[in-house]
């Protein structure tokens, strides 16, 4: 088990920023892929970004890239995800996820390789 706590988020105006934390308890987090992923009403959950467990690749979807910005603290079993230019349409409840895939360079973007999932932080961005 590794439990996923999630923090910040929040509502604010296009063009700002936030911060999004999970962290995971346990002696093994250096060991897990992780990802985010948001959830927008009506629509199916989306990867957003993901971070190998080495924090040496980091993956987003396109249409994050160069505004959204995944890490990760190992010593503080903490990965981040700052979102800088943010617009309407990142609205959305965001989720951390956890896991061990051996192929995750390839299947990053896929939910159900994600064993852990936090409870979910809502982002709102009103224009």
């Known amino acids: 088990q590794v439990p996923l706590v999630q923090s910040g988020g929040g509502s604010v105006q296009a063009g700002g920023s936030l911060r999004l934390s999970c962290a995971a308890s346990?002696?093994?987090?250096?060991?897990?892929?992780m990802g985010w992923f948001r959830q927008a009403p009506g629509k199916e959950r989306e990867f957003v970004a993901g971070?190998?467990?080495?924090?040496?690749?980091?993956y987003y979807t396109d249409p994050v890239k160069g505004r959204f910005t995944m890490s990760r603290d190992n010593a503080k079993n903490t990965v981040y995800l700052q979102m800088d230019s943010l617009k309407p349409e990142d609205t959305a409840v965001y989720y951390c996820?956890?896991?061990?895939?051996?192929?995750?360079?390839?299947?990053?973007?896929?939910?159900?390789?994600?064993?852990?999932w936090g409870q979910g932080t809502q982002v709102t961005v009103s224009s």
């Open positions: 346990g002696r093994t987090f250096s060991s897990y892929n």
């Open positions: 971070i190998s467990y080495s924090g040496g690749y980091t």
């Open positions: 996820a956890a896991n061990k895939d051996p192929d995750y360079g390839r299947r990053h973007n896929l939910a159900v390789v994600y064993d852990y």
